[in-house]
């Protein structure tokens, strides 16, 4: 686990990782809304994780995700129904309907 130290905003929290995944993840914070002083602010990521606000999916199970959506647009009738009402592009399934 990384080191921490006490910061009068909160926890810093140092782990060891490859070089450019610091950038990285100030990219993918940034490209979520999350910037401090105009970059990417990897903490919030990190915040969002420990909160259960944001989801990791291994790589390996989009590939399932993406065949039985493959699937469920070839059946008559759609397996699930999506809501597509929310204005952040984002997609919820009902409670009501079938979940897989």
């Known amino acids: 686990m990384g080191r921490k130290q006490r910061s009068p905003s909160g926890?810093?929290?140092?782990?060891?990782?490859?070089?450019q995944t610091p950038e990285k993840l100030e990219k993918l914070a940034a490209s979520m809304g999350h910037l401090y002083g105009?970059?990417?602010?990897?903490?919030?990521?990190?915040?969002?994780?420990?909160?259960g606000d944001l989801v990791l999916?291994?790589?390996?199970?989009?590939?399932?995700?993406?065949?039985?959506?493959?699937?469920?647009?070839?059946t008559e009738q759609?397996?699930?129904?999506?809501?597509?009402?929310?204005?952040?592009?984002?997609?919820?399934i009902p409670a009501e309907s079938q979940q897989i």
């Open 38 to 51: 105009g970059k990417g602010k990897p903490g919030a990521l990190l915040d969002m994780l420990a909160s």
């Open 11 to 19: 926890i810093v929290f140092r782990a060891r990782v490859a070089r």
């Open 57 to 74: 999916v291994p790589k390996t199970a989009t590939d399932l995700i993406k065949s039985v959506a493959q699937f469920l647009e070839k």
């Open 78 to 92: 759609p397996a699930v129904k999506l809501d597509r009402k929310r204005g952040d592009g984002t997609q919820t």
